[in-house]
């Protein structure tokens, strides 16, 4: 079974951070003078920071150098870990995924928009952290979901097949950039209602708990 894969996003999959991430941008916003509603978070949510943020500068007609937007970035994700890490509890349903994936040797890895460090972060404080092998982060690639980069990049750094391997996400965004790069799509809940993201994947849980090898299995079959 070794030759199968389950690629996790990290933000509404493996950690509930929709609002600790909003609250991060309203926070860390306030200098430039941006505005951030929930409503356009929402619409960008799952995309890299570097997209949301020149989408901001746009509509409010800034210009950032590079320094400022790096510095932007560093209250902003410092603002996330603390309060993650301030508020974190075991979720349960991922513990029992990571075990039953391991016993049925599946490989399991991250493919995040998110920095290096906020998913060291979770990886170093939840349990089963080290059963994710590895993970692509938003400094692994170019270009952001939509975009399939960080799943092929993923399914390349534990040499599986694509078409071996589904994706876990909980954004629109996330689902059609599984899709396009030949993998699985399953869709979480959450983020976004479940008739909404039908539209772009293969199956739609409420719960990790819904799903286990032997469905991801027959899931990878149907490809």
Same mark, same amino acid.
């Given at each position: 079974?070794?030759?199968?894969?389950?690629?996790?996003?990290?933000?509404?999959?493996?950690?509930?951070?929709?609002?600790?991430?909003?609250?991060?941008?309203?926070?860390?916003?306030?200098?430039?003078?941006?505005?951030?509603?929930?409503?356009?978070?929402?619409?960008?949510?799952?995309?890299?920071?570097?997209?949301?943020?020149?989408?901001?500068?746009?509509?409010?007609?800034?210009?950032?150098?590079?320094?400022?937007?790096?510095?932007?970035?560093?209250?902003?994700?410092?603002?996330?870990?603390?309060?993650?890490?301030?508020?974190?509890?075991?979720?349960?349903?991922?513990?029992?995924?990571?075990?039953?994936?391991?016993?049925?040797?599946?490989?399991?890895?991250? *493919?995040?928009? %998110?920095? @290096?460090?906020?998913?060291?972060?979770? /990886?170093? #404080?939840?349990?089963?952290? !080290?059963?994710?092998?590895?993970?692509?982060?938003?400094?692994?690639?170019?270009?952001?979901?939509?975009?399939?980069?960080?799943?092929?990049?993923?399914?390349?750094?534990?040499?599986?097949?694509?078409?071996?391997?589904?994706?876990?996400?909980?954004?629109?965004? *996330?689902?059609? %950039?599984? @899709?396009?790069?030949?993998?699985?799509? /399953?869709? #979480?809940?959450?983020?976004? !209602?479940?008739?909404?993201?039908?539209?772009?994947?293969?199956?739609?849980?409420?719960?990790?708990?819904?799903?286990?090898?032997?469905?991801?299995?027959?899931?990878?079959?149907?490809?």
């Amino acid at each position: 079974m070794n030759d199968k894969a389950v690629i996790f996003g990290m933000d509404g999959v493996l950690i509930d951070s929709w609002e600790i991430h909003y609250q991060s941008w309203i926070v860390s916003s306030r200098k430039y003078g941006f505005k951030v509603n929930r409503q356009k978070f929402g619409t960008h949510f799952g995309q890299t920071c570097e997209s949301f943020a020149k989408n901001l500068c746009e509509e409010h007609g800034v210009q950032l150098n590079k320094s400022e937007i790096e510095k932007w970035f560093e209250v902003k994700d410092e603002y996330y870990r603390d309060s993650f890490k301030a508020g974190f509890q075991e979720n349960t349903s991922v513990t029992r995924i990571l075990d039953d994936l391991k016993s049925s040797g599946f490989k399991t890895i991250i *493919g995040s928009s %998110a920095p @290096k460090k906020n998913i060291q972060a979770l /990886i170093d #404080i939840m349990p089963r952290g !080290d059963q994710l092998q590895c993970f692509i982060s938003a400094e692994d690639v170019c270009q952001s979901k939509p975009n399939p980069e960080v799943f092929l990049k993923a399914a390349e750094k534990i040499g599986i097949h694509s078409n071996k391997c589904a994706v876990i996400e909980d954004s629109v965004h *996330g689902l059609i %950039a599984a @899709k396009s790069a030949g993998m699985v799509a /399953i869709g #979480i809940t959450g983020t976004f !209602d479940g008739y909404v993201l039908a539209d772009y994947a293969d199956r739609v849980v409420d719960s990790l708990d819904e799903l286990n090898s032997d469905v991801i299995i027959k899931l990878i079959n149907h490809i």
